[in-house]
């Protein structure tokens, strides 16, 4: 027994250390180092029944808690320590103002040896190594500062050592004579490579800015050469070289880009305004290896992925503004200099930029994939860039290389519409923005420019009454692609409702097909009946195709007709345009309205996109028959009598015919709007003959006038309450199966 009461306690409390121990093990916790001791035994107790115990619920132990093991973080990212204001005033801003201050020091004793006449005492040539000497003494001790003091000390004494050796070199050229321009090009080039190397060696970027400042005014300050004409831009294209060579080795001299780009830039376009008439090879090689430098530093960048989600938009867009400015610098360029040598081709210039910048976005895009996905990367984005710019250089080829008006313009819209195309194929929309700003560019410019100047709105054939023009047949085809671009932009799937991008298409294409027949020598009644053509044409397509709106584009034509009917036949008077026929013209052409206004409202019933388009279109022919047959009325009463009584009342007579006639037709048609409009016009005659006509007749003709009026207006009444009673009783005395006619929405 006193064996079991000694083990039983203790190997308890064992098995609790040890599972404790696992437990800590498993949470990273370091066991404490002194256990305290356990507290003295309770009595023994029975053996209690064996209970499973969760391993993960243990009683802690007494004592004190154990210490917490630290658990390590990821690892940072290697980087500089941030710099304290101490550090910076201390390190930094003595170092620079100290080397100032000795810079200045020197200065002032220049100053006084000058005042003193000591410099008189040397002679030219020790002057100008006096100098170079300092200069070397300067970068000596720049060197030294950057190993004992910092980078900023060094900046400020090499760059004051750079530009005392340009100015010992420059002085001995320019002031003294002592070596020819040769001889002065070649000195001021090596203190130029010194300091580059320099700014290499110890990463000064402002050094470098500085020799590279230096490069650029090295040309400048040597106006009086003779030398080849390959020299300048031989040289021009070592500096970018190396430029860009810095650019891309370290990031920090990433803003040599801009400054080489700036300075080969001007000093490049004053060499080809100057010189390359003379030597035009010379400069199509200079331009093109120039932008080939630019892109290619552009691209090593641009792998790199110097960019990320937090970068700034102005740091995104740089390297793409650099690619847009270096084409478009390099094909004005080259433009310019094939038209100095009466070159016809100008096209080339162009052309072989948008060859150049094709393969390039090929390799940077990833076989067109920057088409169908959002470019993400630098390289990406690069390669979409010079995508979008070989399409615009298309554009400029076209412009340039096709000399015939009506032809170029047909090869812009002829591309616009492929590349729609194109861009549906590989479902790109951006593919599709850029055939639809080639289709504006070219209807902008037959509406803009071709339609007055030009040679493509002259002469034309006289077919059915309407001139047409090389401008028309350009307008139609304009109209033609945009409408084939906009069907290929409709998205499909089961819904029928309009989509804005097509319906937006198709109404331009349209508009530039109604306006294709417009011409001065045209008179206006062709022209209504042309736009009334093109309205049906257009309500038809809308039945088989209702996404792009078209019937929209048939109630504009046909209001195009209504008002170029109005302008032929009523502007100068309805008498006068009837040339003697004794059929109206104008009334026959109303007629062909009207009819095409009633077949577009029973085409489009149940159809239309804008609502109530059919009543709008019967309303239109209603009121144009109206107006047309009154006129015609007058025009025949005005023939047969002179009794003015007579020929207002003949057209009061008419109007109540037609108001009857709609009277019968909304009744017998079951058309509310028409009984309505007849009430109402019957109503207006009325009015008319009682207090227009019948003021100035004899008192008996005015009796008998108003007991007729009287009795026509009771028995239209009767006539019209028994025809609707008996409309009623039809549809009540229906039997109960008999389904019910379909709602229509014109009634």
């Given at each position: 027994?006193?064996?079991?009461?000694?083990?039983?306690?203790?190997?308890?409390?064992?098995?609790?250390?040890?599972?404790?121990?696992?437990?800590?093990?498993?949470?990273?916790?370091?066991?404490?180092?002194?256990?305290?001791?356990?507290?003295?035994?309770?009595?023994?107790?029975?053996?209690?029944?064996?209970?499973?115990?969760?391993?993960?619920?243990?009683?802690?132990?007494?004592?004190?808690?154990?210490?917490?093991?630290?658990?390590?973080?990821?690892?940072?990212?290697?980087?500089?320590?941030?710099?304290?204001?101490?550090?910076?005033?201390?390190?930094?801003?003595?170092?620079?103002?100290?080397?100032?201050?000795?810079?200045?020091?020197?200065?002032?004793?220049?100053?006084?040896?000058?005042?003193?006449?000591?410099?008189?005492?040397?002679?030219?040539?020790?002057?100008?190594?006096?100098?170079?000497?300092?200069?070397?003494l300067l970068l000596t001790a720049g060197e030294f500062a950057l190993r004992r003091w910092s980078a900023a000390a060094?900046?400020?004494?090499?760059?004051?050592?750079?530009?005392?050796?340009?100015?010992?070199?420059?002085?001995?050229?320019?002031?003294?004579?002592?070596?020819?321009?040769?001889?002065?090009?070649?000195?001021?080039?090596?203190?130029?490579?010194?300091?580059?190397?320099?700014?290499?060696?110890?990463?000064?970027v402002s050094v470098a800015v500085l020799s590279i400042i230096s490069a650029y005014l090295t040309p400048l300050l040597?106006?009086?050469?003779?030398?080849?004409?390959?020299?300048?831009?031989?040289?021009?294209?070592?500096?970018?070289?190396?430029?860009?060579?810095?650019?891309?080795?370290?990031?920090?001299?990433?803003?040599?880009?801009?400054?080489?780009?700036?300075?080969?830039?001007?000093?490049?376009?004053?060499?080809?305004?100057?010189?390359?008439?003379?030597?035009?090879?010379?400069?199509?090689?200079?331009?093109?290896?120039?932008?080939?430098?630019?892109?290619?530093?552009?691209?090593?960048?641009?792998?790199?992925?110097?960019?990320?989600?937090?970068?700034?938009?102005?740091?995104?867009?740089?390297?793409?503004?650099?690619?847009?400015?270096?084409?478009?610098?390099?094909?004005?360029?080259?433009?310019?200099?094939?038209?100095?040598?009466?070159?016809?081709?100008?096209?080339?210039?162009?052309?072989?930029?948008?060859?150049?910048?094709?393969?390039?976005?090929?390799?940077?895009?990833?076989?067109?994939?920057?088409?169908?996905?959002?470019?993400?990367?630098?390289?990406?984005?690069?390669?979409?860039?010079?995508?979008?710019?070989?399409?615009?250089?298309?554009?400029?080829?076209?412009?340039?290389?096709?000399?015939?008006?009506?032809?170029?313009?047909?090869?812009?819209?002829?591309?616009?519409?492929?590349?729609?195309?194109?861009?549906?194929?590989?479902?790109?929309?951006?593919?599709?923005?850029?055939?639809?700003?080639?289709?504006?560019?070219?209807?902008?410019?037959?509406?803009?420019?071709?339609?007055?100047?030009?040679?493509?709105?002259?002469?034309?054939?006289?077919?059915?009454?309407?001139?047409?023009?090389?401008?028309?047949?350009?307008?139609?085809?304009?109209?033609?692609?945009?409408?084939?671009?906009?069907?290929?932009?409709?998205?499909?799937?089961?819904?029928?409702?309009?989509?804005?991008?097509?319906?937006?298409?198709?109404?331009?294409?349209?508009?530039?097909?109604?306006?294709?027949?417009?011409?001065?020598?045209?008179?206006?009644?062709?022209?209504?009946?042309?736009?009334?053509?093109?309205?049906?044409?257009?309500?038809?397509?809308?039945?088989?195709?209702?996404?792009?709106?078209?019937?929209?584009?048939?109630?504009?034509?046909?209001?195009?007709?209504?008002?170029?009917?109005?302008?032929?036949?009523?502007?100068?008077?309805?008498?006068?345009?009837?040339?003697?026929?004794?059929?109206?013209?104008?009334?026959?052409?109303?007629?062909?309205?009207?009819?095409?206004?009633?077949?577009?409202?029973?085409?489009?019933?149940?159809?239309?996109?804008?609502?109530?388009?059919?009543?709008?279109?019967?309303?239109?022919?209603?009121?144009?028959?109206?107006?047309?047959?009154?006129?015609?009325?007058?025009?025949?009463?005005?023939?047969?009598?002179?009794?003015?009584?007579?020929?207002?009342?003949?057209?009061?007579?008419?109007?109540?015919?037609?108001?009857?006639?709609?009277?019968?037709?909304?009744?017998?048609?079951?058309?509310?709007?028409?009984?309505?409009?007849?009430?109402?016009?019957?109503?207006?005659?009325?009015?008319?003959?009682?207090?227009?006509?019948?003021?100035?007749?004899?008192?008996?003709?005015?009796?008998?006038?108003?007991?007729?009026?009287?009795?026509?207006?009771?028995?239209?009444?009767?006539?019209?309450?028994?025809?609707?009673?008996?409309?009623?009783?039809?549809?009540?005395?229906?039997?109960?199966?008999?389904?019910?006619?379909?709602?229509?929405?014109?009634?």
């Open positions: 027994m006193t064996n079991q009461h000694d083990e039983g306690p203790t190997g308890r409390i064992e098995s609790i250390e040890r599972r404790l121990r696992e437990i800590e093990s498993r949470m990273g916790i370091a066991s404490p180092e002194d256990a305290t001791a356990p507290a003295a035994s309770p009595p023994t107790a029975p053996p209690a029944p064996p209970r499973i115990e969760s391993p993960e619920i243990a009683e802690a132990p007494t004592g004190p808690p154990p210490i917490p093991r630290q658990i390590p973080g990821p690892p940072r990212k290697p980087g500089r320590d941030p710099i304290s204001i101490e550090t910076l005033v201390g390190g930094k801003v003595f170092a620079v103002v100290g080397a100032l201050v000795i810079v200045t020091g020197i200065a002032l004793f220049l100053k006084l040896a000058y005042d003193l006449g000591w410099l008189a005492l040397i002679s030219p040539t020790g002057k100008c190594l006096a100098g170079a000497a300092f200069g070397v060094s900046a400020a004494l090499s760059a004051t050592g750079v530009g005392a050796l340009y100015a010992s070199a420059y002085s001995a050229y320019a002031f003294y004579q002592l070596v020819p321009t040769s001889a002065a090009f070649a000195l001021l080039v090596v203190v130029s490579t010194i300091g580059l190397a320099a700014a290499l060696r110890a990463r000064l040597l106006t009086d050469t003779d030398s080849p004409a390959f020299v300048l831009p031989a040289y021009l294209l070592a500096i970018v070289g190396v430029g860009l060579t810095l650019s891309v080795l370290h990031e920090r001299f990433r803003v040599l880009r801009s400054l080489v780009w700036w300075g080969t830039a001007i000093l490049g376009t004053l060499w080809v305004f100057m010189d390359a008439p003379g030597a035009p090879i010379t400069a199509v090689a200079f331009l093109t290896l120039a932008w080939l430098a630019f892109h290619a530093e552009l691209w090593l960048c641009a792998r790199r992925g110097a960019t990320g989600p937090g970068t700034p938009a102005i740091d995104v867009s740089r390297p793409l503004l650099v690619s847009l400015g270096s084409t478009s610098w390099a094909v004005l360029l080259t433009a310019f200099t094939l038209a100095e040598q009466n070159s016809p081709e100008l096209w080339l210039a162009p052309g072989g930029a948008m060859i150049f910048t094709s393969i390039l976005a090929m390799i940077m895009a990833g076989h067109l994939g920057v088409l169908t996905d959002v470019p993400r990367t630098d390289e990406e984005r690069l390669g979409a860039c010079l995508l979008a710019q070989s399409g615009a250089l298309f554009i400029a080829a076209i412009a340039m290389g096709v000399s015939t008006d009506w032809l170029q313009v047909a090869c812009w819209l002829v591309f616009g519409a492929a590349s729609v195309f194109a861009g549906r194929w590989v479902r790109s929309r951006a593919l599709d923005v850029y055939g639809l700003v080639v289709l504006a560019i070219g209807l902008a410019r037959l509406v803009l420019l071709d339609s007055w100047a030009g040679t493509m709105h002259t002469g034309g054939v006289n077919t059915l009454d309407l001139v047409l023009t090389e401008w028309t047949l350009m307008m139609v085809i304009a109209g033609a692609c945009w409408i084939a671009a906009a069907v290929l932009l409709v998205r499909p799937g089961p819904d029928a409702r309009p989509q804005a991008l097509p319906v937006a298409g198709a109404i331009i294409g349209s508009l530039a097909i109604l306006a294709s027949i417009m011409h001065p020598l045209t008179e206006h009644a062709p022209h209504a009946l042309a736009w009334a053509g093109i309205g049906v044409l257009a309500m038809g397509a809308h039945a088989v195709q209702r996404r792009l709106a078209l019937d929209a584009v048939g109630v504009i034509a046909l209001a195009l007709a209504y008002i170029a009917w109005g302008v032929a036949y009523l502007f100068y008077g309805w008498a006068n345009s009837a040339g003697g026929l004794t059929v109206h013209p104008g009334l026959l052409v109303a007629l062909a309205l009207v009819l095409v206004s009633l077949v577009g409202a029973r085409w489009l019933r149940d159809r239309s996109t804008i609502p109530r388009t059919p009543v709008v279109l019967v309303c239109m022919g209603i009121l144009l028959l109206l107006a047309s047959t009154s006129f015609e009325v007058a025009r025949h009463v005005v023939r047969l009598t002179d009794d003015a009584a007579t020929q207002a009342g003949a057209v009061s007579i008419w109007w109540g015919v037609f108001a009857i006639s709609l009277l019968l037709w909304g009744v017998l048609a079951t058309r509310p709007p028409a009984r309505w409009a007849g009430l109402a016009l019957l109503g207006v005659a009325t009015a008319k003959a009682v207090v227009l006509d019948l003021a100035g007749v004899d008192p008996a003709w005015r009796v008998a006038s108003f007991l007729g009026l009287g009795v026509l207006m009771i028995g239209v009444g009767t006539l019209y309450l028994r025809a609707l009673a008996r409309h009623s009783s039809s549809q009540t005395d229906a039997p109960p199966d008999t389904p019910a006619p379909p709602h229509d929405p014109d009634r």
